[in-house]
Structure formats: C-alpha cells, structure tokens
C-alpha cells in the first residue's frame, strides 16, 4: 500500500486563534488538502513519524461515567450541554481537553478524566472508585480534522447525589441539568439516534451508550 506524504515543507496556516487553526496541507505539487486543529503547525498529526504517531496523546478524554447507587442499581450519567456548531442543548458524555497538567502526570488520560469528573459532576472520585482506559486515542472525523479523543470508563459507588452539581462549568461550557441512564432508557437511546426530547446528539455520546450496555 502507497503512502501519501505530507509535504512538510509547504503546509501553509490558513487561520490561527487560541482554540482552532485551520490548514492547507499540499501533499503533491499543486495537490491540497484542508483540515481543522486544535494543535499548532509543529505538532499537527499529519506530520508526525509513525512512532510518534502511535505514542501520542488525544487532544481530549470522553467518559462514560457510571455510578452504582446501592438500593438503585446501576446508572450512566451524561447530561445536556449546548453546543455552538448545532446551537442546540445535545445530550452528552462527561468530556474535556487535555490540560497542560494532565500531560505533565503519570497518567495523564485517568488524571485528566478525574478532574473532567469533578468539574462538570462536582463528584470527587474515590481511591475505591474505579477510572480505566478503553480506548488511548480516537480520532473524530478524520477527513476534515486531526483532533482525537481517549475513551474512558469511570465506575463511581454513591450513597447519595447530593453532591452531584454543575457549578465547575468554565469559559463557554454552558449545561442544562443531568440524565441518569438505567439500561432500558439508554438501549432506546442508543436504538433511535435520538434522546428524550427527540433530538440527536454525538458520535462521542453514542459511543459511550454503547459501552455502558456492552459492560453493565
């Protein structure tokens, strides 16, 4: 199988903020091909060797958090958070960039999934509490941008959900409340596309219904 080689040389950056850069990547001469990314011209996906390529860290971790209440058996926790590109309130996954601290840590996806856990739960994972990894990087979309995600699964034992907030929300993230999932609300969920209200939501969301019926 060929290989097409970024031409490193002539990649040209189209738009550059804090958040997104966009890109021309010419991979032949007067060949062009445009992505979106979080990450800078020296640390774009599609100039990486293939060791690096396979050791690197995802921009961000999803996970599916699920709380084992006692007396109330088991629940997948995910709540509505408006998102901009849709400007609608999607069903959605417990999820977040990588920080500059995560990175820095010994476990840098679990670090950044416990910190994503406290900030928009209020729920402080337990040292009896359980937070693997399921998947180390995932990439979107990978035909309009480079931008990746590590799945994770957070098993979380509560006696009360007192604690359970959203007051950790920062900058843009804007939530309107949480769902607590039992398995026959998230099988019709995860059959019709559609949450209770009838809208769509993310691949991102999608996928961590699927790991909560395929596991619990």
């Known amino acids: 199988m060929m290989n097409r080689e970024i031409n490193k040389d002539k990649i040209e950056t189209l738009y550059e ?8 990547l010419q991979y ?13 011209k020296e640390d774009l996906v599609a100039k990486k060797a293939d060791d690096e390529f396979r050791s690197m860290l995802p921009d961000a971790v999803t996970i599916a ?5 006692p007396g109330n058996g088991t629940r997948l926790l995910m709540s509505y958070e408006y ?14 960039l ?8 010994e476990n840098p996806l679990v670090t950044a999934a416990v910190r994503e856990i406290r900030e928009e739960c209020g729920l402080q994972v337990k040292d009896t509490d359980r937070v ?3 998947n180390p990087c995932a990439f979107s979309t990978p035909g309009m941008t480079d931008e990746s995600n590590a799945f994770l699964c957070a098993e979380i034992t509560l006696d009360s959900l007192d604690g359970l907030n959203q007051d950790g929300a920062e ?3 804007l939530f309107d409340g949480f769902e607590l999932l039992d398995r026959e609300q998230a099988l019709e969920i ?15 969301a999608w996928m961590v219904l699927g790991i909560f019926l395929s596991r619990f």
């Open 17 to 24: 903020n804090r958040f997104l850069k966009c890109f021309d």
């Open 28 to 40: 032949a001469e007067g060949k062009h091909y445009y992505v979106a990314s979080r990450r800078g």
């Open 65 to 69: 958090v699920v709380l084992h209440l």
């Open 83 to 96: 998102r901009y590109p849709v400007g609608q309130f999607l069903l959605s996954p417990v999820a977040g």
């Open 98 to 105: 990588l920080d500059p601290e995560d990175r820095a840590a």
């Open 132 to 134: 693997y990894v399921l």
């Open 171 to 173: 900058g843009s993230e």
């Open 190 to 204: 995860f059959r019709t596309g559609r949450d209770k209200h009838g809208n769509f939501f993310s691949l991102a």
